[in-house]
């Protein structure tokens, strides 16, 4: 901060300059919270803003998908056997069929149309993808929290179930899992039960994982001298738990789940690729890449676009949750 | 309250006549106080030891008056801090508060006793959460304790904050706004939002700029005299002990070693472990330059808490150490009118192990005297290895 001390405005914005029009004495003191401070930060960072929007546009076309569909390409689930050569089912033209109709060409031997599917298919990568990640945090968050301030016997245990969670084979369970599940549970069916499966057990793989971080966070923040001082005042377990310790894990934490959500993206898509994901005919980029696999050598365009898919939201979000780590550290440069 | 009237003179207008000096009940009453931390080893975590930080603390602390407690990095006044006010549970002894046994109470039990006594912490980096706005750490006090102070909290605590000398307009900023003397009145507001009775005041300024150290002593100086304020100011930097204190503790390795009021304690230290303390301090005064002033040094390191020496705990290091304080350890009694030494061969007082005369081998080769002739270009010169002090 350069001019904290003083009774003027922190932020030396012209545009804010209204204060000494308003009479003398009533200059409004402002300061910059925690957040704007982060925010301006980011907005310097010009590598983690373009991850941030490509977050952003991925977000929105998973989000309207119907409607970009709708207007750029086919329905997702549509064949088109008249894009298809008759002998060899691989698609009539060059870079697999690509044209102003089929923005990324069509399907071998279906002719369905990929830039449909891979927009679809964003919506399972990306759903997946977050709620296993708000599993993995709020799970993670809590028990972090829980091991790092009570300490002794309670941490010992909690650490030693990470332990064993980070060791576990999660894709090798997966996919055990995915076989003996019944078509319906808890009144979920087909998918929903897959997508239940995968969010639930990517989220609770991934917790320990956030909840070594939040614990290592907890034991540092627990000796600062205003634990005590709330101790001091009389400031219950609760009180020190959720008013003074969780606001500033809140930074790290979310960091964390910005990073996370690429890994989930890439765990959804190996599970999918494996055939742990969700049932065909709905599109996921995983699976796109396994039905890819069986023509690539005649049709690599096919495996191109959900694979770019896959890579961009991977950089995109790797990229922005870098920058974000970067403007909530504070002690960065600002 | 650097005059010398001011010992007499404690009354002020937030005491009642009943508190006033000589005939008031001690406001602290601590009593054999211990606090040993256990060392735990292996797959049992059993105890294989403990660091010994506070080993048998007695002293009152009277209504209105300025406690001051020195000593050596790690000789426990941090943890005697903690301790009266039960952020950590004593292994052994009493603390009694207003004639309340408060040793053991429960958080339950001592949270409406938290109002009467609060805590001004070391570091004003580290006491400020720094996702909290100035109003909500100090409004704090009065949403933990559920007060509703009259005018409503936020002018309350605006009154606070113009009362420390920051301006009420810092209600809404954030800790990372402000240096740190200002973080430190932050501080110094939050503990007497409630208008406490004791305050303990741990190294409230060594973590300060020397310059605005003087600004935060006088002004915790000016609130004792505004709302009657009883202080216990730990702090190993003796000037500033000097200019708070009504009187002083000594402490060495978790013991008391002297008590006495401030003059006297300055003017004739009696332990030889306060006497070394002060002979150690700079004088401050270019007239006095080229006088000379000789300065004990003590060699060697403290012992270690875990395993401290037997007897007298300064034996080790001490110039006057004779058979009975490697075996026997000294009382801490009054050998003058409010002056409480633990020593049998105090200096400015009688002997009191006269019989016990042959020095220990290791008391000769236990301090060095170096006489600084500080004249302005010259170098201290010290002696060639002196032996011992002149009696």
């Known amino acids: 901060m350069t001019a904290p001390l003083h009774d003027t405005p922190a932020d030396a914005d012209p545009t804010e300059d209204v204060a000494p029009a308003a009479g003398a004495g009533v200059r409004k003191v402002e300061g910059r919270t ?33 409607l970009v569909v709708g207007l750029l390409g086919h329905p997702p689930d549509e064949f088109h056997q008249e894009e298809l050569e008759d002998l060899t089912n691989l698609p009539k033209g060059a870079f697999g069929g690509m044209s102003g109709d089929f923005l990324f060409g069509v399907e071998p031997n279906k002719g369905r149309d990929i830039f449909s599917r891979v927009v679809y298919g964003a ?192 950089l995109a979000f790797n990229l922005f949750g870098d920058g974000l780590r970067d403007a909530l550290d504070p002690k960065g440069t600002r | 309250m650097n005059d010398d009237v001011k010992g ?37 975590q059993r105890q294989v030891a403990a660091v010994q930080a506070v080993d048998g603390l007695t002293f009152d602390v009277r209504p209105g008056e300025t406690l001051g407690v020195v000593g050596e990095s790690g000789c426990g006044k941090s943890t005697m801090g903690r301790l009266i006010t039960r952020l950590l549970e004593p292994t052994g002894g009493r603390i009694e508060f207003e004639g309340t046994d408060i040793t053991h109470l429960n958080t339950g039990k001592m949270r409406p006793l938290r109002r009467d006594v609060q805590m001004i912490f070391q570091d004003p980096y580290s006491s400020l959460n720094p996702r909290h706005t100035i109003g909500t750490i100090v409004g704090a006090p009065f949403k933990l304790q559920g007060v509703k102070p009259e005018g409503g909290v936020k002018k309350t605590v605006q009154e606070m904050l113009e009362r420390v000398g920051l301006s009420p307009e810092h209600y809404n900023r954030y800790p990372h706004e402000f240096s740190g003397g200002q973080r430190q009145r932050i501080g110094i507001a939050r503990a007497l939002a409630l208008r406490p009775k004791l305050v303990v005041a741990d190294e409230p300024v060594s973590a300060l700029d020397v310059s605005i150290q003087a600004q935060v002593v006088n002004l915790l100086d000016d609130l004792q005299d505004e709302l009657g304020l009883t202080y216990v100011i730990i702090a190993h930097d003796l000037s500033v002990i000097r200019h708070v204190s009504d009187r002083i503790a000594v402490m060495y390795l978790g013991k008391i070693v002297e008590l006495a009021d401030r003059k006297d304690l300055y003017a004739t230290p009696m332990h030889p472990y306060t006497k070394a303390l002060l002979s150690a301090v700079p004088v401050p005064d270019p007239r006095r330059r080229g006088v000379k002033s000789e300065r004990i040094l003590l060699r ?22 004779t058979q009975i304080c490697t075996t026997k350890e000294p009382p801490l009694i009054p050998l003058a009118t409010g002056h409480q030494v633990a020593c049998h061969h105090p ?35 010290p002696e060639p290895p002196a032996k011992r002090v002149e009696k």
């Open chain 1, 34 to 66: 925690l957040k704007q401070i982060a925010w301006n930060r980011l907005k310097r960072d010009k590598v983690a803003l373009a991850g941030g929007v490509t977050v952003l546009l991925l977000v929105l076309v998973a989000v309207f998908a119907p």
């Open chain 1, 123 to 314: 919506r399972i990568s990306l759903l997946v993808a977050f709620l296993a990640a708000v599993v993995a945090v709020v799970l993670g968050t809590i028990f972090g929290i829980v091991a790092g301030y009570f300490g002794g016997w309670i941490d010992a245990l909690i650490s030693r179930v990470m332990d064993v969670l980070l060791a576990f084979p999660q894709l090798l369970f997966i996919i055990s899992l995915v076989s003996v599940l019944p078509d319906e549970l808890l009144g979920l069916r087909d998918n929903g039960v897959r997508i239940a499966v995968l969010v639930m057990v990517i989220g609770f793989f991934g917790w320990p994982y956030v909840g070594r971080i939040v614990r290592g966070q907890t034991l540092s923040l627990r000796e600062r001298e205003y634990v005590e001082a709330a101790r001091s005042l009389g400031g219950g377990q609760r009180h020190i738990l959720f008013r003074e310790l969780l606001p500033n894990l809140v930074a790290p934490v979310t960091v964390y789940a910005t990073l996370m959500i690429p890994t989930n993206i890439l765990t959804e898509a190996a599970l999918s690729f494996l055939g742990a994901g969700v049932l065909p005919p709905t599109a996921s980029w995983g699976s796109m890449l396994r039905d890819a696999l069986g023509t690539y050598e005649h049709d690599p365009m096919f495996m191109v676009f959900p694979g770019l898919a896959i890579f961009v939201a991977v």
């Open chain 2, 8 to 44: 007499q003179e404690m009354t002020t207008p937030a005491q009642t006549p009943a508190q006033t000096k000589g005939a008031s009940e001690p406001l602290l009453k601590v009593d054999g106080l211990v606090k040993h931390f256990p060392i735990k080893k292996g797959l049992l």
């Open chain 2, 300 to 321: 060697g390191d403290v012992p270690s808490p875990i395993d401290p020496p037997a007897g007298c705990r300064f034996h080790t290091r001490c110039w006057k150490a």
């Open chain 2, 347 to 381: 200096e400015n007082a009688a002997d009191q192990a006269p019989e016990d005369t042959t020095l220990l081998s290791a008391a000769k080769e236990a301090v060095e005297v170096v006489t600084v002739v500080a004249k302005a270009e010259e170098e201290p010169t």
